[in-house]
T-cell receptor, first 114, second 115 residues
Framework: AQSVTQLDSQVPVFEEAPVELRCNYS??????LFWYVQYPNQGLQLLLK??????LVKGINGFEAEFNKSQTSFHLRKPSVHISDTAEYFC????????????FGSGTQLTVLP | NAGVTQTPKFQVLKTGQSMTLQCAQD?????MYWYRQDPGMGLRLIYYSASEGTTDKGEVPNGYNVSRLNKREFSLRLESAAPSQTSVYFC??????????????FGEGSRLTVL
């Protein structure tokens, strides 16, 4: 079984400041990791994913995440946020095997303040 | 590219009424899913269909039924709606085979209110 913990439910930050959204996972097998973003009143869209290779993954809108196997973490970062980054962010993990079911964290609401 | 299309986008029901949420995908994906999203609880899996002709319960199936009509379409039915089913419902699909990484492709959601 696998699980995902997003440690912060709400993260307020001022515009142009850096931000880190934390995600930890647990799994007994190798995993694929994802960050999804949900803008107000919209569906979820993929921000970035880690499948293999370089542990630093770059996504859309200037976001990046680093896979740390020893700490079982996949934290999302952006060096300078904009008002338009205000959204809910979900971390998700997919295990191995043919099923590859996706398990989501409970989400982090990022609010960028002017 | 339409991707995953859900209808209706908004619906208000009275307790005890029934309704069906429709979902269609045009990406030739085998697997399809229904999730509900509630504040502070993230996404919870209601039902899924790994392939045409099969359906399985997820984490919160009570009060719902599903039908995988064909490879493209996967509907979610509330037979007797309850206020606890007030939520935003998302349909999603996924590739199979070697291209399957677990990544889901989502619709825009259906916001349901049960009075």
């Amino acid at each position: 079984a696998q699980s995902v913990t997003q440690l912060d439910s709400q993260v307020p930050v001022f515009e142009e400041a850096p931000v880190e959204l934390r995600c930890n996972y647990s799994s007994s097998v190798s995993v694929y990791l994802f960050w999804y973003v949900q803008y107000p009143n919209q569906g979820l869209q993929l921000l970035l994913k880690y499948l293999s290779g370089s542990t630093l993954v770059k996504g859309i809108n200037g976001f990046e995440a680093e896979f740390n196997k020893s700490q079982t973490s996949f934290h999302l970062r952006k060096p300078s946020v904009h008002i338009s980054d205000t959204a809910e962010y979900f971390c998700a993990v997919s295990g191995s095997g043919s099923a590859r079911q996706l398990t989501f964290g409970s989400g982090t609401q990022l609010t960028v303040l002017p | 590219n339409a991707g995953v299309t859900q209808t209706p986008k908004f619906q208000v029901l009275k307790t005890g009424q029934s309704m069906t949420l429709q979902c269609a995908q045009d990406m030739n994906h085998n697997s399809m899913y229904w999730y509900r999203q509630d504040p502070g609880m993230g996404l919870r899996l209601i039902y899924y269909s790994a392939s045409e002709g099969t359906t399985d319960k997820g984490e919160v199936p009570n009060g719902y039924n599903v039908s995988r009509l064909n490879k493209r379409e996967f509907s979610l039915r509330l037979e007797s709606a309850a206020p606890s089913q007030t939520s935003v419902y998302f349909c999603a699909s996924r590739r199979q085979g070697e291209l399957n990484t677990g990544e889901l492709f989502f619709g825009e959601g259906s916001r349901l209110t049960v009075l």
